[in-house]
């Protein structure tokens, strides 16, 4: 009895720290043009793995998601961004309009819950602008098949039966009841925010008008559902017929033309943050040259600007990366990028800034090489990335745990860490 009644203590401070961290893992929300948990800020490192929920539905594949999060985790990453859809495709969430695969939703459930494990939050985009995982050209078929007379995918935007086809999913997917932790998506802070679509695109309709219209209605019905979760779009951040002074820094004439429109976007109710994509590599040229570096710093900049000027939002680089299949590619030149994307944001971070962080596309662990586009980094076979990536996070957790809100956020303690946290060497 006496040696149980000494190790009673040490099991109940255990138990006390255990309801602490649960305590702790609040929702993430928004302060000005902040992120902020538990009343501090909540600047983000964070990357893609886009088919998370694929391979957790298969259990031979399945622990390639908690491997992924244990080597996430353990480079201080803390946001990963993934699917919560795939429309009638192999492995499908949705096989058809409002008809799921339970196995698949327990897969996600899965991620969701092996999330929670390693500390990483996740934004759940519903669906896609590209026929990857069905997206809006699998809505398009579904409304062919039930009948109606369509002739462009991007009726997904403005047709009335595509559009409950889509709430139908996204109330489906807000509702749903964990399987492993019981706690309903929409109450789940485990959950960072919502994307109404992986880089919506309209280019029917240069004037933006339609796509305006869509997010102005989808913004507004998730937050009907769940109003606490963060919502977010999920634009590659072109300028459009708003902001012609601002088209100057858009990659190409042509992405004035695609139907989105960044600031108009952003200004829409129930849109809590703004997101951008960078690819250099895909929007200039494919051939590797300093002419990306020179892009992604003016095209971060401007956009960081936008949000503190226009938007008065925090803005998250939820895409950014450098494929190996392109001409010139060497991994020196990928770190190079990485840096000048992380020494960008911590240039707005010490000012207070709107730059509220970066997800790299994308983050991979070993063994699937298969589903690699070139932009894959393995992060045990890539020491100089993976390096750089868990110093940038260092220095972020390092801001976060220092600073508060009560330090009006441009807090600039004297610190024998400040050198540590802006020291310009990358």
Known sequence: MAEERREFPS???????????????????????????????????????????????????????????????????????????????????????????????KALDFVISEAKKYKIRLILSLTNNWDAYGGKAQYVKWGKAAGLNLTSDDEFFSHTTLKSYYKA???????????????????????????????????????????QSWIQEMAVYVKSID?????????????????????????????TQVGTDFIRNHQTLGVDFASVHIYADSWISQTISDAHLQFTKSWMEAHIEDAEKYLRMPVLFTEFGVSAKDTGYNTSFRDTLISSVYKTLLNSTKKGGSGAGSLLWQLFPDGTD????????????????S?????????????????STKCKWGCKKKTPLEEFLYHDDL
């Open 11 to 105: 099991l109940q401070r255990i138990y006390d720290l255990q309801v602490r961290e649960d305590d702790d893992w609040q929702m993430v929300q928004k302060q000005g043009n902040q992120f902020v948990v538990n009343d501090q800020p909540f600047y983000v490192n964070g990357f893609n793995t886009y088919w998370l929920m694929v391979f957790a539905a298969d259990q031979s594949t399945r622990g390639k998601v908690s491997e992924l999060f244990h080597q996430a985790s353990s480079a201080g990453l803390t946001v990963c961004r993934t699917w919560a859809f795939n429309d009638g495709q192999w492995r499908a969430l949705q096989t058809s309009p409002s008809v799921y695969d339970e196995e698949v939703f």
């Open 387 to 403: 390096n750089i990536i868990s110093l940038h996070s260092t220095r972020i957790a390092t801001f976060n745990s220092l600073c």
């Open 227 to 255: 109003a606490k979760h963060l919502v977010e779009i999920g634009l590659e951040g072109f300028y459009g017929p708003s902001a012609p002074d601002r088209a100057k820094f858009n990659p190409n004439s042509y992405a």
């Open 370 to 385: 298969y589903m690699n586009d070139g932009y894959a980094i393995v992060l045990s076979k890539s020491p100089s990335t």
């Open 169 to 211: 999913h996204v109330k489906t997917v807000l509702n749903r009841v964990n399987t492993f932790t019981n706690l309903t998506y929409k109450n789940d802070p485990t959950i960072f925010a919502w994307e109404l679509m992986n880089e919506p695109r309209c280019t029917s309709d240069p004037s933006g008008d339609t796509l």
